[in-house]
């Protein structure tokens, strides 16, 4: 009899624990009575809003920055990214000593542009209804020496993420139930390796747009499929097919992938400003959006939510959440 041994263990989240810490936040876990109240169990949330980059994103971009050899280093790192992980790239080849280039959309947030190039990076545009920001990060990489550290499709970055959801529950203990974002799957899956690994009765859900729930999709096909590009408040997850490898772990590993709309979304950033007293960015507000709209059910006791950032400007934030609907 053989068994096949996972590309990322629980034991690959442990080791990345260890390389960021000192490095990385270890981003508080908040309570509230009334979120309790309003959805029926006891919710620990894990704010990544706190992290460096004000995302998640610089777990897993760290631990595999940080893996390179030196040779690769001193050519410098390439990326690709809406926002959050070009940030977190910028930033792990700053602490690294190395520099950073960066594809991103033309359209990506200003803010989070403009982050990215305060990080030391360069940045390079492209559009994201008619480009290919792979193949134009390749061909970069290529021609200088660089060496790609990917948004989520890669082992050392998703078992950076799930360091996450390793510290809450360290801290929270035992869940019956963790919530968390799916854009191209490496924190749901990084997550969903550290929560299984603990306590393998935790059922691991994820939460999409409602236009862009491919990886939803996907499991309902048993296969990758891909969607058109989506147009959500929720940029972070505007992705139009799941990663090959998070793929390959989340059919294994995810109990439910469950969709919420613009709206909801914009609900629950309101709530959250409101009632919790922080700011999350569209991406980050969809599993407590899930949570609030009673998309996840029925739920357990003690429930773990993953806020994967708050990367949002004061412009766009009023925009989205000045007028109750």
Known sequence: ??????????????????????????????????????????????????????????????????????????????????????????????ELGT????????????????????????????????????????????ERGLSIVPPYDHPHVIAGQGTAALELIEEAGDLGALVAPVGGGGLIAGSATAAKGLHAGTA?????????????????AGRRVTVPVPHTIADGQALHTPGELTFSLNRRLLDAVVVVSDDEIRDAMRFAFERLKIVLEPSGATPLAALLNGRVGPLPRRVGVILSGGNVDAARFADLCGTPR
């Open 1 to 94: 009899m053989t068994t096949t041994t996972p590309p990322v263990t629980l034991d690959d989240v442990r080791s990345a624990a260890a390389r960021i810490e000192g490095v990385a936040h270890r981003t508080p876990v908040l309570r509230s009575r009334t979120l309790d109240a309003l959805v029926g169990a006891e919710t620990f949330l894990k704010c990544e809003n706190f992290q460096r980059v004000g995302a998640f994103k610089f777990r897993g971009a760290y631990n595999a920055a940080s893996r390179l050899t030196p040779e690769q280093l001193a050519r410098g790192i390439a990326a690709y990214s809406s926002g959050n992980h070009a940030q977190a790239v910028a930033l792990a080849a700053r």
């Open 99 to 142: 520099t950073a280039v960066i594809v991103m959309p033309e359209d990506a947030p200003p803010s989070k542009r403009e982050a990215t190039a305060a990080y030391g990076a360069e940045i390079v545009t492209y559009d994201r209804y008619t480009g290919d920001r792979v193949a134009l990060a390749e061909a970069l990489a290529a």
């Open 204 to 220: 691991v859900i994820g939460v999409e747009p409602e236009a862009g729930d491919d990886t939803r999709r996907s499991l309902e």
